[in-house]
């Protein structure tokens, strides 16, 4: 029971902090993806980096651990390219669409409907994707310092520096 | 590209670091690290046991993602929740079935915005699940602990997203 409270303060916290950020809303998305607008990659990768950095301490003394998925190749890049065309199709993704609900955009509602019959669809064809797609490239729970065979806080440094610049970037060219 | 003034919206670095000290505490308080599309699954099985309640409990994928409430689904609840209280607070609440930046492009229909926004859902959902997560799942919570499969999953969701895009805004109004 106390999990499942955790769950709906963590998701309020969050959906308050989206709907903030202005980076739920379908203008948001569309802006990012026809780069024109990075409000939600700036939203998105700062909260990457700060949470990189924490997680990472927390792991190092012991006290959280990490929970990986899987590397499938296949699975990731065909899964993901998918994603991506449904993505800006819909203007929304998973999670915000239920964030745009709660602002009004209850066009929301056409990709909650369409999630739960694509869900119903991929779950007819598991069995199918497993013994092929999700066969291909399969490397396991891997990060990309052990990929790397390095510490992994120099693997969060670059990213930071990454970052950073890539801010600069976009502050300097007004996206 | 128009601004449209600032929207009272939070500065997105802002909003952004606060969102990464969320996933911190929820990764050290509950062990938790965020994510949405598994979610559509369970609710799909829900909804599926009502009419044939044995065949989903003989399905594969429904073994694995097995219908239930739990963290994750709260969690989406909350963040519709959490949208809610920030929108409806600050006056930004506004009831739209179609989005500024669809309607000049695509006009004012209803109908054409709901039919796209469904297929758009049900594929976004497809390739999430292929993939093994949607942005929630890889994009931050796959990043941020430096995972191989969040970095694959999140360039192929912009990868697969600003190509469609693309074609969608051909000529349209930007650029």
């Known amino acids: ?175 | 590209m128009e601004q449209k003034g600032n929207d009272k919206g939070w500065n997105p670095y802002v909003a952004g670091f606060l969102t990464g000290l969320l996933l911190i505490a929820s990764v050290w308080f509950t062990g938790k690290y965020v994510g949405a599309s598994t979610t559509f699954v369970r609710s799909t099985g829900f909804i599926e046991k009502v009419f044939e309640a044995e065949r989903v409990g003989s399905m594969e994928y429904f073994k694995k993602e097995v219908p239930k409430i739990d963290w994750q689904f709260l969690f989406v609840i909350g963040i519709f929740i959490g949208s809610l209280i920030a929108s409806t607070t600050s006056k930004t609440f506004r009831l739209q079935g179609v989005p500024d930046m669809w309607q000049e492009r695509f006009g004012p229909g209803k109908a054409k915005r709901a039919i796209v926004a469904f297929i758009g859902g049900a594929v976004a959902i497809f390739g999430a699940r292929l993939a093994d997560g949607c942005p929630s799942g890889h994009g931050l919570s796959g990043s941020l602990q430096l995972a191989v499969s969040g970095y694959v999953s999140l360039i192929c969701f912009f990868v697969g997203g600003i190509v469609v895009a693309r074609i969608l805004y051909k000529g349209g109004e930007g650029r």
């Not at chain 1, 959280?64 to 065309?85: E, R, Y």
């Not at chain 1, 066969?135 to 310092?145: L, V, Y």
């Open chain 1, 1 to 175: 029971m106390n999990e499942l409270i955790y769950g709906l303060v963590t998701g309020i916290i969050f959906g308050f902090l989206l709907q903030k950020g202005r980076v739920i809303r379908y203008d948001k998305q569309l802006g990012a993806l026809r780069l024109l607008d990075m409000t939600i990659v700036k939203f998105m990768f700062t909260s990457i980096l700060v949470a990189m950095v924490g997680v990472y301490i927390l792991k190092d003394l012991g006290i959280a651990k990490l929970s990986l998925k899987a590397t499938v190749l296949g699975g990731n890049i065909v899964g993901g390219l998918i994603f991506g065309i449904g993505w800006a199709l819909l203007g929304y993704c998973p999670g915000t669409q239920l964030g745009a609900l709660g602002e009004g955009r209850w066009d929301a509602v056409w990709g909650i409907l369409g999630m739960l019959v694509g869900a119903g669809i991929f779950a007819e064809m598991y069995s199918f994707l497993k013994r092929t797609v999700l066969q291909w490239g399969d490397f396991g729970k891997i990060t990309i310092p052990q990929a790397l065979g390095i510490n992994h806080w120099i693997v969060v440094a670059a990213f930071v520096i990454i970052g950073i610049l890539m801010f600069r970037f976009f502050e300097k060219k007004g996206l």
